[in-house]
């Protein structure tokens, strides 16, 4: 299992680590560059290309303000590409967003909210849990663990305030 994340900036990392963490915490190989899609755009294109051949399963991408990286990325392959809004600029992540999500017809790149990196980082391991079960009940014994803390934290609070 295989993602690579790639970031615009350094100063998206810390926007991006809780996806790299959720990652690694669910034992997937992460290859984490920062290649900006305007000023390394040769090295980028090298990244993805070699992505496409070394058995990636899915590409995240974050970028803020324009936002061109995730749809370079996805012009470059047919991985899944994940792009995560970031915020930081004037309109705070609103410019970010529109641009990624208007990709045009047969270039898609999957969108989460701006700042979205963990479920950047879950939607990845969905889109993996395809090709590998065990992942996938990895991924429904947690969607059952968040249901029982949310029947837990509502009799919680109706023990506390009922009388």
Do not use: C, W
């Amino acid at each position: 299992m295989k993602v690579a994340v790639i970031m615009g900036s350094t100063s998206d990392l810390a926007k991006v680590e809780p996806a790299i963490e959720i990652l690694k915490n669910h034992d997937v190989e992460v290859a984490v560059r920062v290649l900006s899609a305007h000023r390394a755009h040769d090295a980028l294109k090298d990244f993805v290309d070699t992505l496409n051949h070394d058995g990636t399963d899915v590409i995240i991408t974050a970028a803020g303000m324009a936002a061109a990286l995730p749809g370079v990325v996805a012009a470059m392959t047919t991985l899944p590409v994940i792009g995560i809004p970031l915020s930081g600029a004037v309109l705070d992540g609103l410019d970010a967003l529109f641009s990624i999500v208007q990709m045009p017809s047969g270039i898609p790149v999957a969108t989460v909210a701006v700042n979205g990196s963990k479920n950047a980082a879950h939607l990845a391991l969905e889109i993996m849990g395809i090709k590998y079960p065990e992942l996938r009940e990895r991924l429904n014994a947690e969607r059952r663990q968040m249901h029982d803390d949310a029947l837990k934290a509502n009799a919680d609070i109706i023990a506390k305030y009922e009388n």
